[in-house]
């Protein structure tokens, strides 16, 4: 391996033989930066997945996107074999490898061998893909370039959302139990699964959906998905698609995160009353809901309202089919008060985790069924082998009432509907949409299953994110000093009041949460506490405000 590792390092020499400026961590969403100042850290991330696939022996995924980030930005994210985020101890290899010196990176390769036993003569392939960034091009030149050098077959599938990325790489793995590994074979399964949760009586006339595609890879890949559901299933949805790329910027005043963070509707989007609207982001692995109401006023359906709507329909089969299959639903600070409390009156269990989807991914798939969404909109529902096992066979038990199969087919038809792997816009938004035709409400009856209390977030520049410290799940802040402390006295004041502050893991900012019974006092607690972090954590530029 030593060898190797030599001849690697000889060609990052003569390829980026600059030293290495930057200091870059692997988190949730991969690597993410400015675009100019990743090509060295996305050609060791093409060295690093080959690396990966020769250890597992199966296929690795690297995606090459910044996601809900300005369209300057880009990022590299690794993909594991069942299409979950990448292995821990394989995100200290990659932190190594990406701030590693020219110099270093032979011997950095050779430590990664020994410790994991890699035999350097076996084989391997890596599947790659990008979102529409104009840097993705010389980016994903420059991943496939570190996979070949190790020797590893280098996959280019071209354009394509996160999660459909995430799908194909489950796929490939499960020798394609869990789907045809195409784009096709993505939106064919995806097709085939709404038709057959389809309700007996369906809606008088399609649901029109009014679909912000951020700029994005989404918009385009949206317009397929529904041409194969109409040729699969007949006119049962319409979507009509706007930001799609031909005019305006990526995330520019667009895109699920605008919507959420700014509470309306974005640029380049007439809503009229009543309309169902939904928006992606860049990449299509964050989904939000949202309408107007008959006197223009903005109504945000985002993640914890998906995460209710998704579980309680669950629930409501389960308890059909008269199974003691465990059901859980895992949130983040950043869930809304009231969708808490609403899960928690339905007798559905919540608990919590550190905000980014590892981490509730990993404690959803404690339940048979695990839901989980962020409040921006990130999330899916995983299956057990063993509540996939109980819905078959309930489909088919000849015992079994007629509710009860169908309760079975129903479930059975959803684990095959969501798309497992990751958060999945497109996936999501057919969630969403069934479960709306079987309850036959719209937007507002769905807003209306309980009350979001007001709440606001804020984001503060400061020299150095990391001075911010927090515990219990980022609900409570340790560093600075003194913040906490400010930070309860200005809840205390507040009528329903709840805040909390932590370092973003992926931008140079704090970002600032609150929420309160009432609008104004919820924008206020945003601005008095970000002007505490401002104050308390070395801020930078303008001081926080509305």
């Known amino acids: 391996m030593e060898a190797v590792a030599d001849s690697l390092r000889k060609e990052e020499l003569s390829r980026f033989p600059e030293p290495v400026i930057w200091k870059f961590g692997y988190g949730t969403a991969g690597f993410r930066d400015k675009a100019d100042r990743l090509d060295r850290v996305v050609f060791r991330m093409g060295i690093l997945a080959g690396l990966r696939s020769k250890c597992t022996g199966a296929t690795i995924g690297v995606v090459v996107t910044a996601s809900h980030n300005p369209v300057e930005d880009n990022g590299v994210k690794v993909v594991d074999p069942l299409g979950e985020m990448l292995a821990r101890e394989w995100e200290i290899f990659a932190n190594q490898m990406a701030n590693a010196s020219p110099d270093e990176l032979g011997s950095v390769i050779a430590e990664i061998a020994r410790t994991t036993g890699l035999d350097i003569t076996s084989t391997g392939q890596v599947a790659c893909a990008r979102d529409t960034r104009p840097s993705g091009k010389r980016l994903l030149k420059h991943l496939l370039k570190g996979v070949e050098l190790t020797g590893v077959d280098g996959r280019d599938y071209g354009l394509l959302t996160t999660p459909q990325l995430h799908y194909m790489v489950r796929c490939i793995n499960t020798n394609e139990a869990f789907g045809v590994p195409t784009e096709d074979g993505y939106y064919q399964k995806l097709a085939m699964s709404f038709k057959d949760l389809l309700p007996k009586v369906l809606p008088s006339t399609a649901p029109r959906v009014r679909l912000d595609g951020a700029n994005g890879v989404g918009a385009d890949k949206a317009r397929k998905l529904v041409q194969v559901i109409q040729a699969t299933a007949g006119n049962i949805i319409d979507i009509e698609v706007f930001n799609d790329g031909t005019s305006g910027t990526l995330n520019e005043n667009c895109g699920a995160d605008y919507v959420k963070t700014q509470q309306k509707a974005p640029m380049g989007m007439e809503v009229n009353q009543g309309e169902r609207c939904v ?192 515990t219990d799940f980022d609900r409570k802040c340790t560093s600075p000093e003194g913040l906490q402390e400010q930070i309860d006295a200005l809840v205390f004041q507040e009528t329903g009041g709840r805040s909390f502050v932590r370092p973003s893991g992926t931008e140079d900012v704090v970002r600032v949460y609150a929420e309160a019974e009432k609008r104004a006092a919820a924008d206020k607690l945003a601005v008095e506490v970000a002007q505490q972090v401002y104050k308390l954590a070395g801020g930078i530029g303008g001081v926080p405000c509305l």
């Open 279 to 470: 928006s992606f982001d860049g990449d299509a692995d964050r989904i939000v809901f949202f309408y107007m109401d008959s006197v223009q006023k903005f109504h945000l359906l985002d993640g914890d309202k998906i995460a209710t709507l998704a579980a309680v329909f669950i629930y409501e089969r389960l308890r059909m089919l008269k199974t003691d299959l465990s059901l859980g639903v895992v949130q983040t600070a950043y869930a809304n008060g009231s969708a808490t409390n609403y899960l928690n009156q339905s007798n559905i269990p919540v608990v919590c985790a550190l905000t980014g989807v590892k981490h509730l991914h990993h404690k959803a798939v404690e339940y048979d069924i695990g839901v989980y969404f962020e409040a921006n909109g990130h999330g899916t529902v995983v299956f057990s082998d063993q509540a996939l096992e109980t819905f078959t066979k309930a489909a088919e038990d000849g015992r079994l009432s007629e509710e009860e199969k169908e309760a079975g087919r129903q479930l059975l038809a959803l684990s095959r509907l969501i798309n497992q792997t990751v958060g999945d816009s497109l996936s999501d938004m057919l969630l969403v949409e069934i479960i709306l035709m079987h309850k036959g409400w719209g937007c507002s009856e769905w807003n209306v299953m309980y009350t979001d209390l007001p709440n606001r977030q804020l984001k503060v520049q400061v020299k150095d994110r990391m001075v911010v410290k927090t």
